[in-house]
């Protein structure tokens, strides 16, 4: 329950009550009421038990002040689950499915061997990304593909996708490799759609970690520009740095990007049938977002907003269909090369 001293409750914390909803795993609810002269009471009705953290932000951009209230789950809730728990519930209800069987009798590993694909819509919230000539955001055209490619993906057999992000909402990069981490990801796709300084920039481009230096000096400079998100929500970065640390000195590291190369060769091969290609080979740079030391992990620049016949292309619903579909078929030919093993994809290199 959070106690805030005003007056009013303002159109922002009023709309605050539709956003939760019922497939939350850890909230069930949130009511704001004016509670007495000069007070209003949020409260949260929680699933689970949970550790809060409050912090502020200052404004930036188009946001005022800000109070965020992080919500951390005592006991992780894995989204893969609940997503398979939701569905199976829903096929129960319209009888196409037993009845539960009770947990001693449940058999074990009774879900087949999904592969999961983390899809990771860039920037979002007070970090737009790059902007275009006609005023498109690239965080909004991430997100629109990443929600076209994730229903593609959940339409295929073997395969479920989740997002690292639904809504326009801020995101920590680190926080987006331990979302693909906790959901036991077997790749990682970040979604950009990014600018150069001359206008004429163009076509897609496909990255993949680089352990050493990026392999040109375009690709450090993009690198650095990605990595800035992590400056703007003034989050603290202690956790994401000891992690770093400690997994770079991995050497699984290695064979993962082994792997992201495969995949963003495939993906890359695709995307060259609906686009030119920005750089005929998979350009390698040290991008933060794609650290997880044992996901596959690549980052997509579908186009380049910064060039206004790009930047139109990129808002045609037909045109983003057929981005999502280049990232899927690439996708797809890596996972017939190299199926979901057992424990992830690297377990038994
Ligand atoms: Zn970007």
Same mark, same amino acid.
């Given at each position: 329950m959070l106690e805030l001293e005003t007056t009013e409750i303002s159109p922002a914390l009023a709309e605050l009550q539709g956003k939760?909803?019922?497939?939350?795993?850890?909230?069930q609810g949130l009511r704001v009421a004016r509670?007495?002269?000069g007070i209003v009471r949020v409260v949260l009705d929680l699933k689970t038990e949970v550790k809060p953290q409050v912090f502020t932000l200052k404004p930036i951009g188009e946001y005022g002040h800000r109070l965020v209230l992080d919500i951390y789950p005592t006991v992780e809730v894995d989204p893969l689950i609940a997503l398979i728990e939701k569905e199976e519930r829903e096929l129960r209800e319209k009888k196409l499915l037993p009845p539960q069987i009770k947990p001693e009798e449940k058999p074990k590993a009774s879900v087949a061997r999904l592969a999961t694909i983390v899809i990771d819509p860039g920037h979002g919230g007070e970090d737009p990304g790059a902007l275009g000539r006609?005023?498109?955001r690239e965080k909004h055209i991430t997100l629109t593909i990443g929600k076209r490619l994730k229903a593609l993906i959940d339409a295929e057999p073997g395969m479920r996708a989740v997002l690292t992000?639904?809504? $326009?909402y801020y995101l920590p990069l680190h926080v987006r490799v331990d979302k693909a981490r906790k959901v036991r990801a077997d790749l990682f796709v970040s979604i950009h759609a990014d600018a150069f300084?001359?206008?004429?920039?163009r076509g897609s481009s496909v990255f993949a970690l680089s352990e050493?230096?990026?392999?040109?000096e375009a690709a450090r400079w993009l690198a650095n520009k990605e990595n800035d998100?992590?400056?703007?929500?003034?989050?603290?970065l202690d956790v994401k740095d000891k992690y770093l640390a400690q997994t770079l000195l991995d050497l699984s590291q290695t064979a993962t990007i082994d792997h992201s190369l495969r995949l963003g060769n495939s993906v890359l091969k695709k995307l060259g049938g609906v686009n030119t290609l920005h750089k005929p080979r998979v350009e390698q740079a040290s991008f933060a977002?794609?650290?997880?030391? $044992?996901i596959p992990s690549i980052l997509v620049e579908?186009?380049?907003?910064?060039n206004p016949e790009e930047e139109k292309r990129l808002n045609d619903e037909g045109y983003q269909d057929q981005l999502a579909r280049a990232i899927l078929d690439g996708i797809r030919e890596y996972f017939t090369k190299h199926p979901p093993r057992p424990h992830g994809p690297l377990a038994q290199n």
């Open positions: 939760v909803t019922v497939e939350d795993p850890y909230v509670n007495r002269p006609r005023g498109s992000r639904d809504g $326009d300084i001359r206008p004429n920039a050493k230096r990026a392999t040109s998100a992590d400056l703007i929500g003034g989050v603290n977002v794609l650290k997880a030391p $044992d579908t186009a380049f907003i910064s």
